[in-house]
DNA sequence: AAACAGGCCTAAA
DNA sequence: TTTAGGCCTGTT
């Protein structure tokens, strides 16, 4: 067994909502209370408790890699202080008091585009079935303590599975999509370039030139991979909410840098009233 | 059985 | 430029 390091938990961390708010597919909870999940290809175990948060990594491997994806670096007061600076509703209170310990992580951005595209006309355990599938068929196998697990596959390996290979596993007319997304990425759409030097607005332009990619994947992939947190995703629970209690209008683009953190919010309390 | 599921594409006004 | 219908597959 690997060892397992610990750090304080922070105040609005909540391990069971970051996984289980919609934002990421690849995590489960095991019977022994422990989140567990493959990024960057590794495999991620992480729990807590009152005061702290396990991991199973060195102390190298949280600063360089894990601190970041958890989100374990940024301030919610703060956060929370500047989406209520935005908010003319009474409707955010109740949601941010819901949906208190979710936090933004930060995915792989090819890996989170994917799994987007896959989302659409969809259910979360399908969502989650084919993903599984997508990273057993075409992913890179590794051990880890005598156990198999599959990387998510590169935009290359999708490539030479084809739009046949990927529709074998039931994919449906997202494999068309998900081709045509490892095609942009091969040849020059630079997802890393548009986290770190696009604006929100260049970022939504340049994915929606993908086929099959439109607002909502581009949204998603902005804000849960690319670090756009001013990224607001509109589906069918947020279009509800906001014809719920923003009488059917709400200025998406008026909500500030962490507007995508208050849907997020918004999103977890209409889902799990 | 028919509708729907965390959208998007295409064709037609 | 906006709107309706269709789409793979699976579940209810």
């Known amino acids: ?101 979710i936090r933004i992580l930060r995915q792989e951005p090819w890996e989170t585009l994917c799994s987007f595209i896959i ?13 599984t599938a997508v990273c057993k068929s075409y992913g890179e196998e590794f051990e880890y303590n005598g156990k198999k697990y599959y990387a998510f596959p590169t935009p290359e390996a999708l490539l030479s599975a084809g739009e046949d290979g990927l529709k074998a596993l039931k994919t449906g007319f997202r494999a068309g999509y998900l081709i045509s997304a490892a095609e942009h990425c091969v ?11 696009y604006t929100y607005e260049q970022g939504l332009a340049e994915l929606c030139t993908v086929k099959g990619v439109g607002p909502k994947v581009a949204s998603c992939t902005l804000l849960f991979a690319l670090g756009k947190t001013s990224a607001f995703p509109v589906d069918v629970w947020i279009k509800k909410t906001i014809d719920k209690y923003f009488d059917g209008k709400l200025d998406t683009s008026s909500l500030g840098e962490y507007a995508g953190i208050a849907q997020q919010y918004l999103f977890y309390y209409e889902r799990n009233l």
């Open 187 to 197: 040849n020059g759409m630079d997802l890393c370039k548009i986290r770190d030097e």
């Open 1 to 101: 067994m690997s060892d397992i390091i610990s750090y304080k938990r922070p105040p609005h961390f909540d391990l069971d909502k970051i996984f289980d708010c919609g934002q990421s597919f690849r995590f489960e909870k095991g019977d022994d209370g422990v989140w567990e999940g493959v990024a960057f290809g590794r495999v991620l175990r992480v729990s807590q408790d009152e005061t702290n948060v396990y991991l199973n990594c060195t102390e190298e491997e949280y600063e360089n890699i894990w601190k970041r994806y958890l989100c374990l670096d940024e301030d919610y007061d703060a956060v929370n202080a500047d989406i209520k600076k935005h908010f003319d509703n009474a409707v955010i209170d109740l949601a941010m008091q819901a949906g208190d310990g």
């Open 119 to 131: 989302s659409q006309n969809n259910n979360i355990p399908r969502i989650k079935s084919l993903i």
